[in-house]
C-alpha cells in the first residue's frame, strides 16, 4: 500500500491562478478531509467527506473546492488563488473504528502564492 | 465552539530530561476524542495516542505517558529520558464523534532536545 499520496509537493501560484492539489489512497478509505497548516496555528479542516459523492465544509472553507467521484481521490481546487492561501496543505484518509475513527496524514503540499 | 489549547510554544531541554507537554482543551460535547500527534523536522504528521472522553485511565508507551484528567479538561503528555530524535513540533487534537465533526488542532509545541 502506498498509503495516502499527494501531488505535487511543492508548488509555486501567481495571484489569480488556478490549480488542483491531487490526494489519493488506496486503502479503500470512506472519510478524507484537507487541512492547511500555517505558523503558529496548526492544522485547519478545509473540506471533507464522508464517501464518495459527499462532500462538507470545515473551519476554512473559502476559496478551495473539493469533488470526491471515487473512494479513492480526493482532489482540492483553487480556483483563484490568494497570497493567503500560502500554506503547507495536508490531506487525510480514516475509516470508522467504532466508535472513532483511525486518520492516516499523506506527506503534505507547500504553497507559496506570489 | 471547540478548542485547543498548547500554552508552551516551545520547550528547550537537555538530552535524557523529561519533559511534559500541557494540553487543555474546551468541548460542550460529552462524547469527545482527544489526540496527539508528532511532526518531526521532514513534516510528516506522526499518529501518536487518541483517547475517548470515557477513558481517564492514564497511559504509557515507552518513554511516552498521556495524563487525561476531565476535571480540568487537560490532556498532558511526557517523554521520559528525552532523546534528540524526539525534537518536533507536537500537535494535540480534539474531535467529535462523527468524521470531519469540530476536528480541531492545537497551535502545536516545539520540542528541541539537545545533546
Known amino acids: 500500500n502506498a498509503g495516502v499520496t499527494q501531488t505535487p509537493k511543492f508548488q509555486v501560484l501567481k495571484t489569480g491562478q488556478s490549480m488542483t492539489l491531487q490526494c489519493a489512497q488506496d486503502?479503500?478509505?470512506?472519510?478524507m478531509s484537507w487541512y492547511r497548516q500555517d505558523p503558529g496555528m496548526g492544522l485547519r479542516l478545509i473540506h471533507y467527506?464522508?464517501?464518495?459523492?459527499?462532500?462538507d465544509q470545515g473551519e476554512v472553507p473559502n476559496g478551495y473546492n473539493v469533488s470526491r467521484s471515487t473512494t479513492e481521490d480526493f482532489p482540492l481546487r483553487l480556483l483563484s488563488a490568494a497570497p493567503s492561501q500560502t500554506s503547507v496543505y495536508f490531506c487525510?484518509?480514516?475509516?470508522?473504528?467504532?466508535?472513532?475513527?483511525?486518520?492516516?496524514f499523506g506527506p503534505g503540499t507547500r504553497l507559496t502564492v506570489t | 465552539a471547540q478548542k485547543v489549547t498548547q500554552a508552551q510554544t516551545e520547550i528547550s531541554v537537555v538530552e535524557k530530561e523529561d519533559v511534559t507537554l500541557d494540553c487543555v482543551y474546551e468541548?460542550?460535547?460529552?462524547?469527545?476524542?482527544l489526540f496527539w500527534y508528532k511532526q518531526p523536522p521532514s513534516g510528516e504528521l506522526v499518529f501518536l495516542i487518541r483517547?475517548?472522553?470515557?477513558?481517564?485511565q492514564n497511559e504509557i508507551s515507552g518513554r511516552y505517558s498521556w495524563n487525561f484528567q476531565k476535571s480540568t479538561s487537560s490532556f498532558n503528555f511526557t517523554i521520559t529520558a528525552s532523546q534528540v530524535v524526539d525534537s518536533a513540533v507536537y500537535f494535540c487534537?480534539?474531535?467529535?464523534?462523527?468524521?470531519?465533526?469540530?476536528?480541531?488542532f492545537g497551535p502545536g509545541t516545539r520540542l528541541s532536545v539537545l545533546p
Open positions: 487534537a480534539l474531535s467529535g464523534r462523527n468524521y470531519g465533526q469540530n476536528f480541531v
Open positions: 483517547r475517548n472522553s470515557f477513558d481517564e
Open positions: 467527506s464522508v464517501g464518495a459523492g459527499i462532500t
Open positions: 468541548t460542550r460535547d460529552t462524547t469527545y476524542y
Open positions: 486503502m479503500n478509505h470512506e472519510y
Open positions: 487525510a484518509s480514516g475509516y470508522r473504528d467504532s466508535p472513532i475513527y483511525e486518520q492516516y
